[in-house]
């Protein structure tokens, strides 16, 4: 009898564990803004927390706010520390996946060879996966967005950069050196021969990034007399096309020609029949649209298909949310999305 009441006893113990609450959190690095999104153990986000990260050298600042971010994020939903089951976070930059560490980044100052993993698993005690935000993003895209049931697809961020993430028969694709996707030092007709490093701007970003776009709008308006025109970003170049401004059209013609060239290119190479579209300057619908036309101009095997991500800007968001999951070993849906294939 009392062995009954002992092995009751251990049951309800047990099934109290499985039923207490747990969180994970997902964490979005960026150049100038730090993004953190808390969820329960369904996947569903419950609170944002959000920072500039804007003159901050080093990760260890970074790390203090990841830190601060998901302790204040907890309290919100009255929740204590020990509540927090796992964490995942997406660094722009090569990343080794298999021991958590930055390689290098081209902006973010001071990161090169930065264990993240061992450093925030100190911090917050609890497990940590690292990976690049783009790959963090397609993570997003394949479990809740435009990809959602795709074996094979690229998802490309175009913002101030430009990098891809490639998804083959249901798992990431990182390379031999975690390189896979690092698109924007691709050469397409026009670009520029001359060698970059590894932590520079490529051929392609220097074109199609949200910088590069910036750069040669200057250029071709530098005979005008509107300066405020000078100042504008990308997507207003871009909304400028659309209004029919001759300049901007010029622009969009161009980055879109060099866009199409790019999946073109990767499409051959990896039979992919789909491509997403993600960041500030890629979710742009004139860029899409004038990239697709440029497209299907072009004789191939396969033609691509191109969509916008249905995330948006949440994409790395959801992606490192399921990545903290799985570093948990808790979620409810296949594991396969987080696999690496080599």
């Known amino acids: ?21 747990g969180y994970v959190v997902g964490v979005d690095v960026g150049g100038t803004n730090l993004r953190l999104a808390l969820a329960d153990m369904s996947g569903t ?19 203090r706010l990841v830190c601060s971010g998901a302790k204040s994020m907890l309290q919100e939903v009255a929740a204590p520390p020990d509540a927090l089951r796992s964490t995942a976070i ?10 958590g560490i930055i390689i290098a980044t081209s902006y973010l ?39 959602k049931d795709a074996k094979d697809f690229v998802f490309l961020a175009i913002g101030t950069g430009i990098g891809a993430g490639i998804v083959l028969n249901g798992n990431l694709h990182r390379g031999n050196s975690w ?32 910088e590069g776009i910036k750069s040669q709008w200057q250029k071709l308006s530098s ?53 997403v579209l993600g960041g500030t300057v890629g979710m742009h619908p ?3 649209d004038a990239a697709q036309k440029a497209l299907d101009q072009w004789i191939a095997p396969v033609s691509p298909r191109l969509v916008r991500s249905a995330l948006g800007t949440d994409a790395q968001l959801f992606g490192a949310v399921r990545a903290a999951l799985e570093a948990g070993r808790t979620c409810p849906v296949s594991p396969a999305v987080w696999a690496s294939s080599n």
């Open 286 to 288: 004139a860029l899409c």
């Open 109 to 147: 100052m001071g990161w090169r060879d930065v264990p993240l993993r061992t450093l925030v698993e100190k911090e917050l005690n609890v497990p940590v996966a690292v990976d690049n935000d783009v790959n963090m993003a397609a993570i997003g895209e394949l479990w809740a967005g435009s990809a």
């Open 179 to 210: 390189s896979a996707g690092e698109i924007g030092y691709m050469l397409v007709p026009g670009a520029a021969e001359i060698p970059t490093k590894s932590d520079e701007p490529g051929a392609l970003e220097r074109m199609i990034g949200g």
């Open 223 to 275: 005979t005008e007399d509107a300066a405020p025109s000078r100042e504008l970003n990308a997507t207003e170049i871009f909304d400028r096309a659309i209004d029919g401004d001759p300049h901007a059209q010029t622009l969009l013609r161009q980055s879109s020609t060099k866009l199409a060239q790019a999946i073109y290119n990767v499409s051959l190479i990896l039979n992919c029949p789909l491509f």
């Open 1 to 21: 009898m009392r062995r009954e009441i002992e092995t009751i006893a251990v049951v309800e113990q047990n099934i109290h564990a499985t039923t207490e609450p």
């Open 90 to 99: 997406g660094v722009p930059g090569v990343a080794d996946v298999d021991n």
């Open 45 to 63: 986000i419950l609170t944002r927390w959000s920072s500039s990260t804007v003159a901050l050298r080093g990760p260890e600042a970074v790390i």
